[in-house]
């Protein structure tokens, strides 16, 4: 590599494809290093920065959404450009990230579901939890969905975080949400909603349920709703009350369970059933619409490496339903030009370093970061020792690293192709109109959720400034 690389004289130059959590805590790790300096670009499809953040977290979980607080002093810091409204793979492509980086970081998280693969799962009404959260939270790539809320029940499938928050948010006092930033297109239907009943389907045992107590200890809080939960299902097998005694998530989570199983229904107007060792089978329907699910109960069996799974007991029950949503697991979606592990949903890598899928070799200075790193795991704060990792990689490759050979802007380049780049200054602008329209109504903020809208209130503050 050229010998002042990483200098003043001839800074590292980074590109950081996404502009959620695991991207900004890769750019937070490299502009830590007291002896490095570098420029660092985020590129990002919409508009709007901070990816889960926005578009994921729970409108109801503001707290959560202080961390942009931190992403902030980031974008506005020296050494770094934000680069919204730009696809990669359209305007800007692998071959010119190569030409104009040293060092290319993919952040892209993992864009699409896992399906249940059973039959009637592509009925109308069944669908993927994550676009219910896209709607509600208003993306602009879901913002004229439409959900079945016409029906007294919705089942939801999972047991994981995502699972407990859309399970909450359709039983949620639809004036409490009022006060939140979730869309008001979400805010305006759930307010005519007709779901009284959620029943969540876990095939596993409450044992293994993957949520948090957090979120399990809201259910209890939430006004007007009662929590169900079988007794039975909460007799445990001898594996599973012996793994609580390692695991204190998991423990607490019982021992809430329990007490939720022994209030029972006090006439709440709404109610959520929480089911165990239950897994979906079948979706059922009629004229293209589902109108039912076949549950089949299950019984846990230890499996070769000790953990335990679930197999079908072949007891079946039927559940009428006008939705259900899928919170299965999530993976990546291939970028152009860019490795994809198919089977796993995410960009193979070693220690953060992308890897041929074919040859498994190395790509030099290539680099990936969070869910697209490590599949759908953990939470936000998890993205940061995670990023931190990988950056830990793109040191240690320094000194073989070619310097990129293109030595004019990205900027420029953009700029030829005709692309309406939002900047970080543009974005403050979008910031500031959703703030004052929130403030006026006693909200966090209205967020704008057409991106042609976006681009004009920004184009509108461009020539106001």
């Known amino acids: 590599m050229s010998a002042h690389l990483g200098t003043a004289e001839r800074p590292l130059r980074v590109a950081i494809v996404g502009a959620g959590p695991a991207g900004f805590y890769a750019a937070e790790a490299l502009l830590k290093q007291k002896d490095l300096v570098c420029r660092i670009d985020f590129f990002n499809r919409l508009p709007t920065p901070y990816g889960l953040v926005r578009e994921g977290v729970a409108p109801d979980h ?15 810091g020296a050494g770094v450009r934000y680069f919204g409204n730009v696809t990669f793979g359209r305007d800007l492509h692998h071959a010119d990230l190569k030409a104009h980086y040293d060092q ?38 879901y913002r004229e969905l439409s959900f079945n809320l016409d029906h007294e029940r919705v089942i939801v499938v999972g047991n994981g975080n995502v699972a407990m928050d859309v ?83 998991a423990l607490k989570n019982v021992e809430l369970l329990r007490t939720y199983a022994a209030r ?28 039912a699910v076949k549950v089949e109960r299950n019984q846990l069996i230890e499996s070769a490496d000790g953990t335990m799974r679930p197999k079908g007991t072949g007891n079946y029950d039927t559940l009428e339903a006008g939705m259900i949503l899928r919170s299965v697991g999530y993976k990546g ?35 990936v970061v969070g869910w697209a790193k490590r599949g759908p795991s953990g939470v936000i704060g998890t993205n940061k020792p995670d990023a931190a990792a990988t950056v830990v990689s793109m040191l240690a490759d320094l000194p073989n690293l070619p310097a990129a050979p293109a030595d004019r802007d990205v900027a420029t380049l953009l700029a030829e192709r005709a692309v309406d780049v939002v900047t970080y200054a543009d974005w403050k602008l979008l910031d500031a109109h959703e703030s004052a329209q929130g403030q006026a109504q006693g909200r966090p903020r209205v967020k704008v959720t057409c991106v042609t809208e976006m681009m004009a209130i920004i184009h509108a503050g461009r020539n106001t400034a």
């Open 62 to 76: 503001q707290s959560i959404k202080a961390v942009t607080r931190v992403y902030d002093k980031l974008a506005a």
């Open 104 to 141: 290319i970081v993919y952040a892209v998280g993992a864009q699409s579901d896992r399906k249940m693969g059973i039959p009637g799962e592509d009925l109308a009404g069944s669908m993927p939890a994550t676009i219910f959260v896209g709607w509600y939270n208003g993306h602009p790539d």
């Open 167 to 249: 399970t909450r948010i359709l039983v949620s006092d639809p004036d409490e949400l009022a006060k939140t930033d979730m869309a008001d297109h979400a805010i305006a239907a759930l307010r005519s909603s007709k779901v009284r009943e959620v029943v969540m389907l876990g095939r596993r045992g409450p044992a293994q349920a993957a949520f948090t107590n957090p979120e399990l200890k809201e259910f209890g809080e939430l006004a007007g709703v009662d929590v169900i939960v079988d007794p039975a299902d909460l007799a445990l097998d001898p594996q599973s009350e012996a793994s609580l005694a390692n695991d204190k998530t």
């Open 264 to 291: 029972g229904a006090t006439g709440a107007p709404r109610r959520i059933v929480m089911r165990f060792l239950a897994s979906p089978v079948e979706v059922l329907g009629a004229d293209g619409q589902m109108t």
């Open 333 to 367: 979606v291939p970028l152009p030009g860019v490795p994809y592990n198919s089977a796993k949903g995410t960009i193979p890598n070693v220690e953060g370093r992308v890897t041929d899928q074919e040859s498994n070799a190395v790509i030099p200075g290539e680099y």
